[in-house]
């Protein structure tokens, strides 16, 4: 952590940057901070309960955060996919960000918890991350923990529903889905949905019913499925923040197993590598197609 | 109208049975499928669970998400109106959190300004909310700093607080009479309201303090503050997501949209809205009047703390700490209302 | 069976809507009409001009308003008008069928296909498949009925739409 403030200090000091993107103490736990000025360094933090992605503050279209002008920004391993889709989207330059990695072990689920870090409590994303480090920061502080084996539980979900039949699938994610009241957090801190205008929103035409009943959902959330394909980063927000419990992680990691094994893509750190769906090869398999 | 009555926990089950075989709805706090705490009908008192605020509020109940207004058919030039039924059968919410009940009635007044809002009203006058005294709520509860209390009785029809092997019942309400009056049997004599006072005063202990009692000193300086710095620095960490207005249990915008089901069919449905979303302000032409976060963090604030008690003398918040719980990103309506008074009566500013 | 011809007399005709690309299986359906093959007559066919285009929303729309099967056509690999725009559509719908099957949606439904100017016969075949497979499944009124009809809310105790399945009966 000293180490940390250290840094957050010295490039606000120096003017390398103007506000420095972490996590502070809020009142409930965890929060993300901006800090303007090298005292305000010392309330950085980072640790267990650290679980945001901070990349979403990075979208070029909040206004009110681009005032703010050149931002360093802390990044845990998996923060890191989400900037490398930004850039390889180019959304945001790299040169205007710098990137301060922190090494990590696993975060729990939960910013306002105050459980240790355990088997038990560790967000489930965590379990099988191979990442203790983002490749893509241009400073790394801190150590790390050893993190924790996979798989993880929803991995095995996703194993259980896929056995069953269609309409155990279906009856499942009807009594999810209905709980939707289309409050569009999971769209809103999502780091990859980032459009001006998201097509929720528009209305001519309105491809999906704005009304929070199961058909308007369904179409809701089948359109987010589909625009995060190949780009989910997986950092676990969408599901942590939906205050309606629904296990929308279940849905963009069955997504990202199909992109995984037909395309053999998964969430890169490295903004060089094309994401899987805007672009394709000759030879994709296509036993479905008659 | 304020006497008391006892029910004993046995006397409650029955209650509910007696209710449900009359063909009368229950609803209470009771586990979801995901192990959450949330209202929702239920069969047996079994099914209540009191420890723990419901993750949602009582709007749901009388101003679902999305409910239907009227379904239209288009015959040939002409356009037939179908009127969807604005009565409801009879209900009892049992199990209220004060917090929750008091918002129905703070929402009473908007409901009932510029015209009298039918659905709302239908199931008003067909729900009777039973509330249970708040056993007391974490470091983001403040219902006392906005003139309420963890036994508050507005909004309800009766409060139970448990004393001994029951609870003693305050009649609030002539409905709450009507539900005593309709269930004698189950109701009798026991402990008066002084038994409860121990417990009363610990849950009024657990949510004091966390902001200052001052909701005319907050609403002065959020008059006359519209264009501070405060509001800019706030919404620094705001997503815009609207998780707070979902959970609030006092707001209320909605929307208004057209569904085609077919060529010739469709509803007007009216469904939850929220200021906190960039679309809520957007005009046609594309102009936004309220472009960025900072005026919608503004908005929030201003409208539950100095419009609407402009409007109607009476703060659009019960102090339920719901927004608080729910911020992804960790927002907290006590610490900005702290905050507030803090540089209202000049003992600190804008950081 | 003849896909041609109703299972039973006043029985239940599947609506099936296509959405096929201009320069192909647009053109190979013209074929098929004017070579007077025989084939079901449940299909609705709203031509675009590329695979590329055809959004899964359009899917999921024809399904609220009460299509019971999707077919989605174009050109061959290799073929396309566009150079690239059937390699596009054929990743985005391979995930999305994924997608629709992890939901519960039957696969079945949807038809994927690519069909030539040339092949009319081809058209004729994917037609009166996917209307014998969509006929066996029956109408697919799981996803119509996602709306709660407003007069049986108005009656529920607590609103259904929010709370569904846990409503007592």
Known sequence: ?290 | MSTTTFIRTEDLKGLVADLRAAGIGVAGPARTSDGAVDYRSINAFDDVVLDGQPRNSLKQFFLPPTEPLFKYQRKGSDVAILEISTTFPPRVILGARPCDAAAVDVLDKVMNWDYTDEPWFGRRAATTIVTFACPGGDRSCFCTSVGLAPDATRGSDLLLAPAGDGYVVEIVTEKGQALVTANAKRFGAGAGVEATQAYRDKARASVEGHVPARPDVIRAWVDAHFEDPFWAEISLRCHGCGGCAAACPTCHCFDIVDEPETLTEGTRRRNWDTCQTSVFTAHASGHNPRNDQCGRCRQRVNHKFAIYPARFNDILCTGCGRCARTCPAGQDVTEILTRIVAMATGQGGAA | MDATTPAVAGGFEPRITAFVCNWCTYTGADLAGTSRLQMASNVRIIRLPCTGRIDPMFITKAFERGADGIIVSGCHPADCHYNAGNYHARRRFAIFRELMDFLGVDTGRITFSWVSASEGGKWRDVVNDAVTRVRALGPFTDYRKLVVDPVATATGVVPPEHVGKEVPA
């Open chain 1, 1 to 290: 952590m000293t180490e940390l403030r250290e840094l957050a200090r010295r490039l606000l000091s120096e003017g390398t940057v103007n506000a420095v993107l972490g996590w502070e103490e809020g009142p409930r736990g965890a929060r993300p901070a901006f800090v303007t000025t090298p005292e305000g360094a010392d309330t950085l933090i980072f640790d267990h309960r650290c679980v945001h992605n901070l990349a979403s503050y990075l979208s070029p279209r909040r206004p009110h955060l681009k005032r703010l002008g050149k931002v360093a920004m802390v990044l845990k391993p998996c923060d890191a996919r989400a900037v490398a889709g930004l850039i390889r989207e180019t959304q945001i330059p790299r040169d205007k960000v710098v990137l301060i990695g922190v090494r990590c072990g696993g975060v729990i689920t939960d910013p306002d918890s105050t459980a240790p870090l355990t088997e038990a409590t560790v967000a489930d994303r965590c379990r099988g991350c191979p990442d203790r480090e983002g490749h893509l920061a241009d400073h790394t502080v801190g150590t790390a923990g050893p993190g924790f084996a996979g798989p993880s539980k929803r991995a095995q979900k996703i194993e259980e529903l896929a056995a069953a039949p269609a309409e155990k699938r279906w009856a499942f994610w009807q009594s999810e889905l209905e709980k939707c009241v289309r409050c569009h957090a999971c769209r809103q801190v999502c780091p990859m949905c980032y459009c001006d205008r998201c097509l929720a929103d528009k209305t001519q035409p309105r491809w999906i019913e704005s009304s929070p009943h199961a058909r308007g959902n369904m179409a809701w959330h089948v359109a987010r499925a589909m625009h995060l394909a190949g780009r989910c980063v997986d950092c676990g927000e969408c599901e942590r923040v939906c205050p309606e419990g629904i296990p929308l992680g279940l849905i963009t990691r069955k997504i990202a197993q199909v992109v995984s094994e037909r395309y053999d893509f998964r969430p890169s750190d490295d903004p060089a590598v094309p994401a899987p769906v805007g672009t394709y090869r000759m030879d994709d398999p296509q036993e479905f197609i008659l």
